[in-house]
């Protein structure tokens, strides 16, 4: 088990990092206010993340092993990891987020739920963004076990989550998927006594799925003692927390009639004796009235179990390494690096997997268990520079204790998108003939990132608040009283709305020079809504020319001045030169090593003569 330090989660140390994060669409500089609380703080990294969706970290024969499981289209379709739909594309930047905590060793992350996933369950007494609220303090596995959500339990534990945390009120993941078995159990076997019916197929799917979590949570050594500690948040269970105290984990798999768990807890070490005292509970409770056949087995077994002397006991099972190797963790991961898997994601966040991405550029990534953090931690390997001198690991870790947080993630020769733009300014300074606007070539500066509309920024809360900043930065710009343009002239230069549209729009028809102005506002066309005019008879007179584009839904959209320069320095410069200077570097490397191989072979050809 892991230190409490080491477990905790981190987002406060992350809102220095962000820079160096390469899918921060937004690197560097947030415009977020110092007294901004923990969850806003936890908003704004969230939002933050790419929106892109994550190749699967799981191994392709789990997943094959689950799909000949109940209910197998869960598991090749319905489930979150997948990315199936739009509504799973809510999670794309949680399992962004997921990944990068597990790079740089952050520990777990809070997880973010907004009301969008109020409807997730039909049941109305159980409300998913209250019991994931950002003041529970749950991490994604938390959130993972609720959603009751195979897969994604397994990715979560397999990208370092710990088994072991604690929310704000004393759940821990074992907890809440103990929690959702017996409620469900218990809600089944009531209806079943009052003559209603369920869905038999769904509910063997969610039995079936929330059995397998516990027994996951189990074998990755998860605590079973840990219960909260206020009788207040677990209402269902009267006055059993009271009974039981530590042991109720125990006693809701008992009256849940569960066989399997009950041999799984005393498998691990869960003392069983203490139900002795209470088997009157199974005829009491609808479990047992429903089924009074199975009750009688589960006392037997109990006695069975709880009669074991101190000899019969056996140590814990060893804990199963969480790469889901199926092997034990000191025969696995615990033994030594093991290469990071060319299917998973790859860790420069490019939504691409590492076979594809960073291992072609020669990029080397391993995994290793860490005893002092308690989970797998990935680094890079680098080649011994001399012969007989071992080869060096560099840690993408980002708040090494006594160490300045500087740039976490590896060179993998791909340049992040505030570096681009840098490159860009200085290429337009020195090279264009078109320059840049003064004001906003300062915004950018500062701010380190090119706002443009049509992409994917997260919330409208979010885009106003970049975009106030970016605003601000431009007034600081005047007010520095170097440019001779009226403040006015400036800001329609530079401003930008919470799209990352001009602030200020000028009507788009053939040969109109109009603009916002007091008492004027463009229109949006009503058809596409994405391109401005000044009136309808602008609109009139350039439909023929619109037409096409308005029918498609792919007018480009407006752009300052300064946004297209920008933009098109990128796309058509600097991109393309360093796509070009990694395939010369590649192609070096690759050189170096046809050369190297036929100089061996040549010199083994030499010996060979020599010995003749």
């Not at 989660?9 to 160096?20: G, N, V």
């Not at 037409?547 to 393309?576: F, M, N, W």
Request: charge should be negative; hydrophobic fraction near 35%; include cysteine.
């Amino acid at each position: 088990m892991s230190s409490e330090s080491s477990r905790r989660p981190q987002q406060a140390l992350l809102m220095d990092d962000l820079r160096a994060y390469p899918g921060a669409t937004v690197p560097g500089l947030l415009p977020m206010s110092e007294d901004a609380s923990p969850i806003e703080q936890r908003w704004a990294i969230l939002s933050a993340m790419p929106k892109t969706h994550l190749p699967v970290c799981l191994p392709q024969a789990l997943l094959d092993d689950l799909r000949l499981r109940i209910d197998p289209d869960f598991y090749s379709e319905r489930s979150l990891v997948f990315g199936r739909d739009a509504l799973h594309a809510r999670t794309f930047p949680m399992r962004h987020l997921i990944l990068r905590h597990y790079v740089i060793q952050a520990g777990d992350a809070y997880a973010m739920v907004d009301e969008s996933w109020a409807n997730h369950n039909d049941n109305d007494s159980w409300s998913l963004p209250k019991k994931i609220s950002p003041e529970s303090k749950s991490t994604y596995l938390h959130f993972a076990v609720r959603l009751v959500d195979v897969p994604f339990v397994y990715e979560c534990i397999r990208l370092g989550a710990d088994v072991n945390y604690v929310d704000a009120e004393g759940r821990t993941p074992l907890f809440c998927a103990m929690e959702e078995l017996f409620g469900f159990i218990f809600e089944t076997a009531h209806i079943q006594l009052l003559g209603g019916t369920r869905d038999n197929e769904f509910d063997a799917s969610a039995y079936a799925r929330l059995r397998h979590m516990v027994k996951i949570l189990v074998e990755q050594h998860a605590i079973m003692h840990i219960v909260p500690t206020d009788s207040d948040t677990l209402p269902f269970l009267g006055d059993l927390y009271e009974i039981c105290g530590t042991g109720l984990l125990a006693m809701m798999a008992w009256l849940s009639l569960d066989l399997e768990l009950l041999e799984l807890f005393a498998l691990h070490g869960f003392p069983l004796s203490p139900l002795l005292g209470f088997t009157y509970l199974l005829d009491q409770w609808d479990t047992g009235k429903v089924d009074p056949e199975k009750a009688s087995l589960c006392k037997e077994l109990v006695v069975r179990l709880a009669s074991r002397d101190e000899s019969e006991l056996l140590p814990r099972p060893p804990r199963k390494c969480p790469c889901w190797s199926g092997k034990p963790l000191h025969e696995c991961h615990g033994s030594g690096d093991h290469p990071y898997p060319p299917t998973f994601a790859c860790i420069c966040r490019s939504a691409k997997t590492y076979a594809n991405c960073c291992r072609t550029r020669g990029f080397a990534f391993v995994e290793q268990w860490n005893n002092e953090l308690g989970r797998m931690t990935v680094l890079q390997l680098c080649e011994a520079e001399a012969e007989g001198q071992a080869p060096t690991y560099v840690s993408f870790r980002s708040h090494t204790p006594g160490v300045p947080s500087g740039l976490i993630w590896p060179d993998t020769g791909k340049k992040k998108s505030w570096e681009l733009l840098i490159m860009a300014i200085e290429y337009n300074d020195t090279q264009s003939e078109e320059k840049a606007d003064p004001a906003f070539r300062a915004a950018a500066l500062i701010s380190e990132y090119l706002p443009l509309p049509g992409v994917d920024w997260g919330s409208k809360v979010w885009g106003k608040e970049v975009a106030s900043f970016w605003n601000r930065t431009v007034d600081d710009y005047i007010a520095l009283g170097t440019d001779t343009r009226s403040k006015s002239n400036i800001g329609r230069a530079a401003k930008l709305d919470p799209f990352f549209l001009p602030l200020w729009k000028r009507c788009e028809a053939t040969g109109c020079t109009k603009i916002d102005r007091p008492g004027l506002t463009m229109k949006r066309c009503r058809g596409c809504q994405r391109i401005f005019y000044c009136g309808p008879m602008c609109q009139k007179a350039h439909w023929k020319e619109h037409k096409p584009a308005c029918q498609r839904g792919d007018h480009p959209l407006q752009l300052l001045r300064s946004q297209t320069i920008y933009k098109t320095i990128i796309k058509e410069v600097i991109e393309p030169a360093e796509e070009r200077l990694l395939h010369d570097a590649i192609d070096s490397e690759n050189s170096k090593s046809d050369g190297a191989d036929s100089e061996s072979s040549n010199l083994k050809s030499d010996d060979a003569d020599s010995d003749n």
